[in-house]
């Protein structure tokens, strides 16, 4: 399901490292979307919402130090891991990446199986999920590898999109998702579904989650939208 994949945002303007890294990156099962110069790289931050931020360096009209400068003083933004390439390999070089808040610095030439890795170390963080980690709120737990939920030891009947929607939930125990944000994650932004279809499946799920009995984990934040705990 489109929901399911992290997007990647890849900003490259060598189109065939971009290239190669985008199929490298898909074969991964990753969702990926290319930008060629860092201004572009800006506007596609918006638009897509990526998981995770792979970013040359060096970029035409603004650089890749700026764009992450610009992303990191922004506070929908600055929780984006972003990864910087660079042929940059000097010390001073690596250390001015990371001050301006880049998650982690790769020197070219890479190993693409070794920046494969980075890219699913930061997702860790962010979508863990995604790439089938174990989550647990309270007495609930999510495996995402085996696809099973428990609440106190005893296992739950979830529908596919329940099962995202928790899983949504469950990453950023706290965070309150608007009815669009939860539609971008779970649905896809490539399948148009309407808001009042959040509503309903967010109540099979409280549904769900409440029938062995225990308390609805489920808060709606009026105007707001839905969050876990």
Known sequence: ???????????????????????????????????????EGLLLVDEEAPDVIVLDWMLPSVSGIEVCRRLKMRSDTRGIPVIMLSARSEEVDRVRGLETGADDYVVKPYSVVELMARVRTQLRRTRPAAIGERLEFEDIVLDAETHRVTRNGDALKLGP??????????EKPGRVWSRDQLLDRVWGRDIYVDTRTVDVHVG???????????????RTVRGAGYALG
């Open 1 to 39: 399901m489109p929901g399911d994949q992290p997007t990647v945002l890849l900003v490259e303007d060598e189109p065939a490292q971009r290239e190669v890294l985008a199929y490298n990156l898909e074969a991964e099962g990753f969702r990926v979307a290319r930008a060629e110069n860092g201004e």
């Open 161 to 170: 999109t329940e099962f995202r929607l928790l899983s949504t939930l469950m």
């Open 204 to 218: 099979r799920l409280r549904k769900a989650l409440c029938q062995f009995g225990g308390d609805d984990p489920v």
